[in-house]
């Protein structure tokens, strides 16, 4: 069973479309993270849900749209996509209580062309 | 910068031989963590130490913690062809109600057969 799965694996799109990345966790963690890696491998926080509830936004452009349908979803949703956002996007998980370390998804990498 | 920072940036070795990767940080912490990320795949968490803990170990993994000098080190003994990977290393720490992660760099790690 993948603890923390998100689709799909690869997303190739023309500049200017709206696309989404979806994440799931199975672990009964309550804390879940999108992160953006670029291609020096730095891992940059982008948001950050606990229990649904937006706790970290990480001067995201707004074309960038988190949604937390529950403890156990986050989607990240992208407007008006641009050559810069070619990336590998990870989601990840955790408990809040600072118990164990993050899970992460395999990665969604990004290619806007 | 907010980073961590890790040192060396690149090691290579043989197989056999044992690596060490250090990590530097800024501020206080709660905890550190060390995570491995093999190419192409999601980061994979390997310790947890926290800031009152000096020293931990997982398998042939040893992880040293010295907040006095706000460092870190990372010790895989008698490495295998299969531990190349870049390796992470995250300082956990409180900012208000939330908890958050810095995260270096990360050393790329080349194991020679």
């Known amino acids: 069973d993948t603890a923390v799965s998100q689709t799909p694996k690869y997303l190739v799109t023309q500049m200017g479309n709206d696309k989404s990345i979806k994440c799931e966790q199975n672990?009964?963690?309550?804390?879940m993270y999108w992160y953006k890696q670029d291609s020096k491998k730095f891992l940059k926080i982008m948001f950050s849900y606990n229990n649904k509830e937006l706790i970290i936004n990480e001067t995201v452009p707004n074309r960038f749209s988190p949604k937390s349908p529950d403890k156990a979803h986050l989607n990240l949703h992208i407007n008006s996509l641009e050559l810069g956002d070619s990336a590998v996007y990870f989601c990840?998980?955790?408990?809040?209580?600072?118990?164990?370390?993050?899970?992460f998804g395999s990665g969604t990498r990004l290619t806007v062309v | 910068s907010q980073q961590g920072e890790e040192d060396p940036q690149a090691l290579s070795i043989q197989e056999g031989e044992n690596a060490t990767m250090n990590c530097s940080y800024k501020?206080?912490?709660?905890?550190l963590q060390w995570y491995r990320q093999n190419s192409g795949r999601g980061l994979v968490h390997l310790i947890l130490?926290?800031?009152n803990e000096r020293e931990k170990h997982s398998g042939r993994l040893r992880v040293t913690l010295d907040t006095s000098k706000k460092s870190s080190s990372l010790l895989i003994t008698a490495s295998r062809a299969a531990d190349t990977a870049s390796y992470f290393c995250?300082?956990?720490?409180?900012?208000?109600?939330?908890?958050?992660?810095?995260w270096g760099l990360g050393t790329s790690l080349a194991v020679n057969p």
């Open positions: 995250a300082t956990g720490y409180n900012a208000g109600n939330n908890r958050k992660l810095i």
């Open positions: 501020t206080s912490i709660n905890n």
């Open positions: 130490i926290r800031s």
């Open positions: 990840a998980s955790s408990l809040s209580n600072g118990q164990g370390g993050y899970t």
């Open positions: 672990l009964g963690h309550d804390t």
